[in-house]
């Protein structure tokens, strides 16, 4: 776990509430690759990473797969829980290893009964989750796969708390909806532009602010979002 990294959403509790909730997780160490639930599995447990973060990945019929959404320490795993639903049809695999804090769904589900505070937090993470998903969808439809890419990976890099990770192209083929070709012919345009190093699967991110110009307007909407409807923001650097 990076130094000094939490759930910055249990973070946003007050401290009188915010202190025995935690007592109450169990911290867990998450590895790459770990798959947390396939589609149709009953969800057991919540999970709010600190230091690891969770891919959630849509399958089809066609054998094509999405990447729906992106979970690190500045959410958790799965609001679904929070909404009475115990079925899930995405399949939740650790994409980067580290801490989570992890708690029955029952459990939780009784925590949110009987605190106002925890209650009214989930309720504004879920809209958020759900605006970002919408924005996820637009993206997909109206945005080239090169500026598609550099959002990817930024948000990669928020969760990771590194300048340096590992993605194979046939993740960020999920990512993306597009074929390996289209991931090698984007990575390879924001390499030359050195906004990443891209060897084999582990990628260098080389200049930040160009990687943020680069980058559709889908990832500044979403931390905007996060700020509006948390009141903060959301991966700070």
Same mark, same amino acid.
């Given at each position: 776990?990076?130094?000094?990294v939490?759930n #910055?959403l249990?973070d /946003?509790?007050p401290?009188?509430?915010?202190?025995?909730l935690?007592?109450? =997780? %169990?911290?867990?160490e998450l590895?790459?690759?770990?798959?947390?639930?396939?589609?149709? !599995?009953?969800?057991?447990d919540?999970? =709010?990473?600190a230091?690891?973060?969770?891919?959630?990945?849509l399958?089809?019929?066609?054998? @094509?797969?999405?990447?729906?959404g992106l979970?690190?320490?500045?959410?958790?795993w799965?609001v679904?829980v929070a909404?009475?639903?115990?079925?899930?049809?995405?399949?939740? @695999?650790?994409?980067?290893?580290? @801490?989570?804090?992890?708690?029955?769904?029952?459990?939780?589900r009784h925590?949110m009964a009987?605190?106002?505070?925890?209650?009214?937090l989930?309720?504004?993470?879920?809209g958020?989750?759900?605006?970002?998903?919408?924005? *996820?969808?637009a993206?997909?439809?109206?945005?080239?796969v090169?500026?598609r890419?550099? #959002?990817?990976?930024?948000m990669?890099?928020d969760? /990771?708390? +590194?300048d340096?990770?590992?993605?194979?192209?046939e993740?960020?083929?999920?990512?993306l909806?597009?074929?390996?070709?289209?991931?090698?012919?984007a990575?390879s345009?924001?390499q030359?532009?050195k906004?990443?190093?891209?060897?084999? !699967?582990h990628? *260098?991110?080389?200049?930040r602010v160009?990687?943020e @110009?680069a /980058?559709c %307007?889908?990832?500044a909407a979403?931390?905007?979002?996060?700020?509006?409807?948390?009141?903060?923001? +959301?991966?700070?650097?």
């Open positions: 776990m990076p130094e000094g939490s #910055r249990l /946003a509790l401290e009188a509430e915010r202190t025995p935690l007592d109450r =997780f %169990d911290r867990v590895e790459f690759g770990q798959c947390l639930l396939q589609p149709g !599995g009953q969800m057991a919540v999970y =709010f990473p230091g690891s973060y969770i891919s959630l990945i399958p089809s019929k066609r054998g @094509v797969a999405l990447e729906v979970i690190g320490n500045e959410g958790m799965s679904d909404l009475g639903i115990n079925v899930s049809q995405l399949r939740a @695999v650790v994409q980067g290893s580290g @801490v989570a804090l992890r708690m029955p769904s029952d459990r939780f925590e009987v605190s106002n505070a925890l209650r009214e989930i309720n504004r993470y879920t958020v989750t759900l605006q970002q998903l919408a924005q *996820a969808a993206c997909m439809h109206s945005h080239l090169e500026g890419l550099a #959002r990817w990976l930024l990669t890099q969760r /990771a708390h +590194a340096h990770f590992h993605l194979t192209h993740y960020l083929a999920h990512m909806g597009v074929r390996r070709v289209g991931v090698t012919v990575a345009a924001l030359q532009r906004l990443i190093a891209y060897h084999r !699967g990628i *260098a991110i080389l200049d160009g990687l @110009v /980058a %307007d889908c990832y979403d931390l905007l979002s996060y700020a509006l409807h948390l009141h903060c923001a +959301a991966l700070p650097r």
